[in-house]
């Protein structure tokens, strides 16, 4: 009876109720946190992004690469990749994609985002940075990716790769993930010699790339290319190491080869090696004074090129192009290519029979 005489005392004094009560704190707490509104924000800014994404990834196409065997059959698929739709122009459409993508190719198609293909010109490629342009009929796209810029992004910014991993039948797949690092510079290796000849500034990114996905689009939140997705680190003790040429350093070479079907850089004309790999029974022809240990050795001067005018010679030893320091050939290509233009004149810093020289050098366009 205790209990109950109790529980009635308490009812009597109201200070428990069974009635709706809007005013009670824990019961008003639950709420707030299942409130409309609240759902309703990450609704729409989940539905943006995707609608950002779903438009870009109509401006991703499939790129493949067909080749005949022999001249009794056909053009066969030699390969796919990835091309992302960049600008529609008096009736043209261009699609930006990697060199290695249609390396070798006598006719290229593009897979449009509806399973349609076109047939695609090819109006230039670019080993050293790995990308081509190609040109198609316009009549039948209806969108175009919107290009951003690396300017203000920082390592741990969401990214999204859009591309056709292991061909067609898995055209535009989009996999999710961060910018892993900035600027990080890789070695690549052009001619196959298995011997690094350039250094490509790249996007890190832990977002999957697999085969397939090159020329595809690095994409930020906003539903912008910020990169070019290219090459992954294939290693059994590797996991989620991307990389993406950025879209700023990528955009004036697509322009060049919009424009001129190349990308015009100036050149020296010389064969070239290191102090080490030059054979034993010509080392006597290289006489540096004492500190001085690094350089690249001239092996050959092309007739009539720039180095030919500036007096160049076999032996003579290149330690430095505009003060700056050259190693090795890597390093003396990518101050020339990064830093001069066709028509500069560098003073190249050069050891021959132990003596020191400065000489002036202008560069040219090579013409094939």
Do not use: C
């Not at 005489?5 to 809007?22: H, K, N, P, Q, W």
């Not at 081509?132 to 690396?150: N, P, R, T």
């Not at 004074?289 to 290149?318: K, R, T, Y």
């Not at 192009?321 to 020339?336: F, G, Q, S």
């Amino acid at each position: 009876m205790i209990p109950v005489a109790v529980l009635i005392a308490l009812l009597s004094y109201d200070v428990i109720s069974f009635g709706d009560d809007s005013n009670d704190g824990v019961h008003n707490a639950l709420e707030d946190k299942s409130e409309p509104e609240i759902i309703t924000t990450m609704a729409e800014e989940d539905t943006e992004s995707s609608t950002n994404l779903a438009e870009v990834s109509e401006a991703v196409v499939g790129v493949t690469n067909l080749q005949r065997q022999s001249i009794w059959t056909d053009s066969q698929e030699a390969g796919t990749g990835s091309g992302i739709i960049y600008k529609k122009e008096d009736g043209k459409a261009y699609v930006v994609t990697n060199h290695h993508v249609v390396n070798g190719a006598e006719q290229v198609e593009v897979v449009l985002s509806n399973d349609e293909r076109v047939q695609a010109k090819v109006l230039g490629t670019d080993e050293l940075t790995d990308l081509a342009v190609l040109q198609i009929d316009g009549e039948k796209v209806s969108k175009v990716a919107s290009l951003g810029s690396m300017d203000n992004k920082q390592v741990g910014e969401t990214v999204f790769a859009i591309g056709n991993p292991l061909g067609i039948e898995f055209a535009n797949s989009l996999t999710k993930g961060i910018i892993s690092g900035l600027e990080r510079s890789v070695s690549v290796d052009t001619n196959g010699d298995n011997v690094a000849d350039w250094i490509t500034e790249v996007i890190q990114t832990d977002a999957a790339i697999n085969p397939g996905n090159s020329g595809g689009a690095l994409v930020d939140t906003s539903g912008k290319v910020i990169g070019i997705n290219s090459m992954k680190i294939a290693s059994t003790q590797v996991e989620g190491i991307g990389f993406a040429i950025p879209i700023d350093a990528a955009l004036p070479i697509m322009e060049q080869l919009e424009a001129n079907g190349k990308v015009q850089r100036p050149f020296i004309g010389i064969s070239m090696a290191t102090i080490n790999q030059v054979p034993m029974q010509y080392r006597h022809n290289i006489i540096l004074p004492e500190g001085v240990e690094h350089g690249m050795v001239v092996a050959s001067v092309e007739p009539g090129s720039p180095a030919d005018e500036a007096g160049l010679q076999q032996f003579d030893v290149i330690t430095k192009i505009d003060e700056h320091d050259t190693p090795t050939a890597l390093e003396l290509r990518k101050y020339m290519y990064s830093e001069t233009q066709v028509g500069d004149t560098v003073k190249l810093e050069v050891y021959r029979n132990g003596e020191k020289q400065i000489i002036d050098l202008k560069l040219m366009e090579r013409y094939e």
